[in-house]
């Protein structure tokens, strides 16, 4: 029986195993019967003959292996998303969300990037991962595996490599268990296919090569050997002169990196007399095999495994030859270069040896100084160059990038080690810059300079902001430059300073506590409260020698709140946000750079989005009594709408002269509606006391109520479990059909975890967005407002511009509506989670419709459903393609092509009781067409009840914005209009016979 193997050297994971590439030459001749006869004339006592020293490459570079992974593939992607779903913890999601990064919300492949960056950071801490909330408890682990022993084992292996503990990564972890363990011992027959093969030793491959390589250990007949495994034989001496051999054997050794032994060099022989080739690959492959101890331990076999599911493999795919983690060689590497010393680099340049790290690190070459190898290899100073370059661009995630992707960083010359780890460098920027951003080369610079700079900003002395608050306005570059010059001016006068960031305060020094012991006398002179804020305003003032009036504690204070707030919002992410549009967060002054940014978390999904997570909160804290949890939800809704009459309500107050409190704010709310709200809020609860007014900023006052209620209900348990809740939304995305993704692909849209569960829905949960959106629109009043747009888009279906501006205003409408059932009463979790999904939906039927591919809402009897609607007028046949679903007529999907003039079309219908309907609409169409003096062949219609409307069209289509479109505009929006009438008519008729 013959098994074929090839396909062990395929994988279908994010980050592809590439094995080093092997280079063979010998004379071949075909001979008359259809074989092959090898040229061994002069070879027959040749040390080639044994296969020693043939020289393979050190692996691919990684442009190599980008290309064979391909850059826009579905599976690709599928398997991002499967990565994340099994390698992100609850630790790698705190510092995401912690840095302003939500993974739902951004390219998954920048997503698995980030997530890399995240354990790399915290493998250069040394940070305890163990303890954090997993998805399986003890007991489902115990269900999972049968045995609490290998629960145990496994859970504590997974925490330990800051994996997350869910059912796949179980399961698959107990099935690369229980694989290994029917390997009791290797046979030599095993070892030897393995070694000729090139197959590395991971699980699956022992198991395969044990159980199917058959017993074939034998020496090599005497007389022949085989070349290179291929089935051809060379004649060779009838014995082996070991002597001659020897120097050969130990220099491969060497270059294998061990240590000429009597054990290697045992090594060294085994495989010459297999007749296997001896090179340094081999050697080391073998020597690998050897170390592995049968039977193989469970915690040796889980720390293998831990590493492969960390690299987006298969659990199967775990190498037993491990000796540590990716993700720690990463690190060892850059600890080790940088320990790297000119000796050694003087060293190998005079020996003639390849510069590269292996060689470098190697404690002694001993190789005579050669003056013709010197002239041939590196020059001394352009190798210490390349080895600080090294130093400069290496990081662990760099590293781990490289070594994910097969590239064998040790054995790599140093100059192109330098390309490929600027070429890590630029992928993970462009990545997160984005596809086709313009002048990305120099956006990236921006966003480099803007991280360095704010996260410098946050230890500069606080006294900054009295030299920059004497100007109108001032940048984050004036208070980086200012601050620069005077934390160099308190560095070298050895003093201690308060730092600009206000949660720093614990570092007052007791010279500067003593120096302003009369800041509360001063305070209460000026009729001010001693409040923090206003103390840490004296001091500041003081710190410049600046008079000290109420108008410039004022002027501080609101400076020290602009700058605080700003680096607090100035996450990476919100930079990368303003960055892409064009924004340079250096220059723009620091009010209006605020301003700007509550523009990105303004949008109702942020809203809907923030609310879940705080509804969330409340509903798993079991410390507050239900009269509290209704206060809360109470003030929540009530800052909410502060922040939609746009300062309104606040100008109602302070102009009535009243104390400005929330009780206040309600008020003047309720006094501006004709309907009131029925808020219970519980006098006893300190959120809701009056908020004194002492000139400080009203936005501070209102978020300090918030964040006073936020901190409450935030402990770590209720973050991890809402962390958990995201692995979820991660997890389901991993779930989803190839079908979704290669959709979003199509259409250019970034596959996202929230993209890939919104077109889910959008794809097999037809119109439900639509009837959702109308039942809030009914609920919120505002039906009759949400219909007109909608008529609007009916009449304004006519070209690309006109449809995509109705379509624009529809979706403003619609999210209008959304925003006004956040203030819904008594809301539930499942209620704005709801709300939350459709915000996303709309969100990406939004950027859809750019595209030329519609979701327009139809009334039918069962309520609203919509047509998907798709203009294609690229090369090839212009068309129009639309589907449908509903409950009484099924599915039902069209098509309408226009070649040289001529219109073709047919419609087709999943339910054969469709069939009057179908043939309604096609009659309208054929009018249409006569009307409009179109030459159209007679439309087709058919029933298929297998009828899939989600099967994507097999041809790229781009289209062509030059093209004249108002013909397949006309097509559609007529074809909308037959569907619509038919369904009228059909209600109609339904209602007169009851």
């Known amino acids: 029986m013959r098994i074929d193997f090839s396909y062990l050297n395929q994988t279908t994971n994010a980050d592809r195993e590439v094995y080093g590439k092997e280079t063979h030459s010998a004379a071949v001749q075909k001979s008359d019967n259809s074989g092959y006869q090898m040229d061994i004339s002069g070879i027959v006592m040749d040390n080639a003959a044994y296969g020693l020293g043939q020289k393979q490459s050190h692996g691919k570079t990684l442009e190599e292996c980008m290309q064979e992974i391909g850059q826009q593939d579905v599976a690709l992607q599928h398997n991002y998303l499967a990565v994340m779903s099994n390698s992100l913890s609850a630790e790698d999601l705190a510092k995401m969300m912690e840095d302003g990064v939500d993974p739902r919300k951004i390219p998954v492949e920048d997503a698995v990037t980030i997530t890399d960056k995240i354990k790399a950071s915290l493998v250069q801490a040394g940070v305890d991962i163990a303890g954090y909330t997993d998805t399986l408890d003890s007991e489902d682990l115990r269900n999972v595996t049968g045995d609490t022993g290998q629960a145990a084992a496994i859970e504590r292996k997974l925490k330990e490599n800051d994996l997350p503990v869910t059912q796949r990564n179980v399961e698959q972890s107990k099935e690369a268990i229980d694989l290994i363990k029917d390997v009791e011992h290797l046979s030599e027959g095993a070892i030897k296919y393995m070694v000729e093969n090139q197959m590395p030793p991971t699980i699956e491959n022992l198991y395969f090569a044990q159980f199917s390589s058959g017993n074939n250990s034998n020496a090599q007949p005497r007389g022949y050997f085989a070349v290179n495994g291929a089935g051809y034989y060379a004649k060779k001496a009838e014995a082996i002169d070991w002597e001659q051999i020897e120097p050969q054997m130990k220099k491969i050794i060497e270059e294998a990196g061990l240590v000429v032994s009597e054990d290697t060099m045992k090594e060294a022989g085994w495989l010459i007399e297999k007749g296997v080739p001896l090179t340094k690959e081999s050697l080391n492959l073998l020597h690998n095999i050897s170390g592995i101890s049968f039977p193989v331990d469970t915690d040796r076999c889980m720390d293998a495994v831990a590493d492969a599911i960390s690299n987006g493999k298969d659990a199967k795919s775990a190498a037993l030859d491990f000796d540590k983690s990716t993700i720690q060689k990463a690190q060892e590497i850059v600890d080790a270069v940088k320990e790297i010393t000119d000796e050694q680099v003087e060293d190998v340049v005079k020996s003639g040896r390849d510069l590269t790290i292996e060689n470098l690190l190697q404690k002694e070459n001993n190789h005579k100084e050669n003056k013709q190898n010197l002239q041939q290899s590196y020059d001394e100073t352009a190798a210490k160059r390349f080895l600080e370059e090294t130093r400069l661009l290496m990081t662990t995630e760099a590293n781990l990038k490289l070594l994910k992707s097969g590239y064998s960083i040790e054995t790599a010359e140093l100059s192109e080690l330098v390309e490929e780890l600027k070429a890590v460098e630029q992928q993970f920027y462009h990545a997160l810059m984005g596809r086709g951003v313009d002048h990305a080369d120099e956006k990236i610079a921006l966003y480099k300079e803007t991280q360095h700079k704010t996260s410098a900003l946050a230890a500069y002395p606080a006294a900054v902001l009295g030299k920059v608050r004497t100007t109108d306005t001032f940048t984050l570059d004036d208070i980086y430059v200012e601050g620069s010059r005077l934390k160099s001016e308190y560095d070298k006068a050895n003093q201690s300073y308060e730092a600009l960031r206000t949660e720093v305060r614990k570092d007052l020094g007791d010279s500067i506590r003593k120096a302003f012991r009369n800041v509360d006398d001063i305070l209460e002179d000026m009729g001010l409260s001693k409040t923090p804020e206003n103390q840490r305003a004296v001091r500041i003032l003081g710190y410049n020698s600046m008079e000290i009036t109420p108008e410039n504690v004022q002027r501080v204070k609101e400076a020290d709140h602009a700058v605080n707030e700003l680096l607090d919002k100035m996450t990476p992410q919100m930079t990368l946000n303003l960055i892409r549009d064009g924004v340079n967060p250096l220059k723009m002054d620091v009010e209006s750079l605020n301003r700007k940014i509550s523009e990105y978390s303004d949008t109702v999904v942020e809203q809907t989005e923030k609310y879940s997570e705080f509804l969330f909160k409340l509903e798993k804290n079991n410390q507050i009594t239900e009269e509290e949890k209704e206060s809360y939800i109470?003030?929540?809704?009530?800052?909410?709408?502060?922040?939609?009459?746009?300062?309104?309500?606040?100008?109602?107050?302070?102009?009535?002269?009243?104390?400005?409190?929330?009780?206040?704010?309600?008020?003047?709310?309720?006094?501006?509606?004709?309907?009131?709200?029925?808020?219970?809020?519980?006098?006893?609860?300190?959120?809701?006391?009056?908020?004194?007014?002492?000139?400080?900023?009203?936005?501070?006052?209102?978020?300090?109520?918030?964040?006073?209620?936020?901190?409450?209900?935030?402990?770590?348990?209720?973050?991890?479990?809402?962390?958990?809740?995201?692995?979820?939304?991660?997890?389901?995305?991993?779930?989803?059909?190839?079908?979704?993704?290669?959709?979003?692909?199509?259409?250019?849209?970034?596959?996202?975890?929230?993209?890939?569960?919104?077109?889910?829905?959008?794809?097999?949960?037809?119109?439900?967005?639509?009837?959702?959106?109308?039942?809030?629109?009914?609920?919120?009043?505002?039906?009759?407002?949400?219909?007109?747009?909608?008529?609007?888009?009916?009449?304004?279906?006519?070209?690309?511009?006109?449809?995509?501006?109705?379509?624009?205003?529809?979706?403003?409408?619609?999210?209008?509506?959304?925003?006004?059932?956040?203030?819904?009463?008594?809301?539930?979790?499942?209620?704005?989670?709801?709300?939350?999904?459709?915000?996303?939906?709309?969100?990406?039927?939004?950027?859809?419709?750019?595209?030329?591919?519609?979701?327009?809402?139809?009334?039918?009897?069962?309520?609203?459903?919509?047509?998907?609607?798709?203009?294609?007028?690229?090369?090839?046949?212009?068309?129009?393609?639309?589907?449908?679903?509903?409950?009484?007529?099924?599915?039902?999907?069209?098509?309408?092509?226009?070649?040289?003039?001529?219109?073709?079309?047919?419609?087709?219908?999943?339910?054969?009781?469709?069939?009057?309907?179908?043939?309604?609409?096609?009659?309208?169409?054929?009018?249409?067409?006569?009307?409009?003096?179109?030459?159209?062949?007679?439309?087709?219609?058919?029933?298929?009840?297998?009828?899939?409307?989600?099967?994507?069209?097999?041809?790229?289509?781009?289209?062509?914005?030059?093209?004249?479109?108002?013909?397949?505009?006309?097509?559609?929006?007529?074809?909308?209009?037959?569907?619509?009438?038919?369904?009228?008519?059909?209600?109609?008729?339904?209602?007169?016979?009851?």
């Open 634 to 994: 109470g003030i929540y809704r009530l800052l909410h709408q502060i922040e939609n009459t746009d300062g309104a309500a606040i100008g109602s107050v302070v102009n009535q002269e009243n104390a400005l409190s929330l009780k206040n704010l309600l008020s003047a709310i309720r006094s501006s509606k004709k309907t009131g709200m029925d808020i219970s809020v519980d006098h006893n609860f300190g959120g809701i006391d009056p908020v004194s007014w002492n000139g400080a900023s009203i936005t501070e006052q209102i978020e300090s109520a918030f964040h006073e209620m936020d901190d409450f209900l935030s402990d770590q348990n209720t973050k991890n479990e809402y962390y958990e809740e995201i692995k979820k939304d991660i997890q389901a995305a991993a779930e989803t059909e190839t079908q979704v993704i290669e959709e979003l692909l199509r259409f250019d849209q970034p596959v996202t975890v929230d993209n890939v569960l919104s077109q889910n829905i959008l794809m097999n949960f037809r119109g439900s967005m639509f009837k959702n959106l109308f039942e809030k629109a009914e609920e919120t009043g505002k039906s009759e407002e949400l219909t007109e747009q909608l008529e609007n888009l009916y009449e304004n279906m006519d070209n690309a511009e006109s449809a995509g501006q109705a379509y624009e205003a529809l979706a403003e409408k619609a999210e209008e509506v959304l925003s006004k059932s956040l203030d819904m009463e008594n809301p539930t979790l499942l209620d704005v989670r709801q709300l939350n999904l459709l915000c996303k939906e709309l969100s990406l039927t939004k950027s859809l419709s750019s595209e030329e591919k519609y979701e327009v809402p139809v009334e039918t009897e069962d309520g609203y459903t919509s047509i998907r609607l798709t203009i294609r007028h690229g090369d090839g046949d212009k068309k129009v393609e639309a589907s449908m679903q509903t409950e009484t007529h099924g599915k039902i999907a069209a098509e309408f092509s226009i070649t040289n003039g001529q219109i073709d079309g047919y419609i087709i219908g999943s339910k054969e009781e469709s069939l009057t309907f179908l043939n309604q609409v096609k009659e309208e169409m054929a009018d249409f067409f006569e009307h409009e003096g179109r030459d159209a062949k007679p439309v087709m219609v058919s029933i298929s009840s297998s009828l899939d409307i989600n099967k994507s069209i097999d041809d790229d289509y781009k289209n062509d914005s030059k093209v004249d479109t108002r013909d397949l505009y006309g097509i559609a929006k007529q074809f909308i209009h037959a569907v619509r009438r038919n369904i009228s008519m059909e209600k109609e008729g339904a209602e007169n016979e009851n």
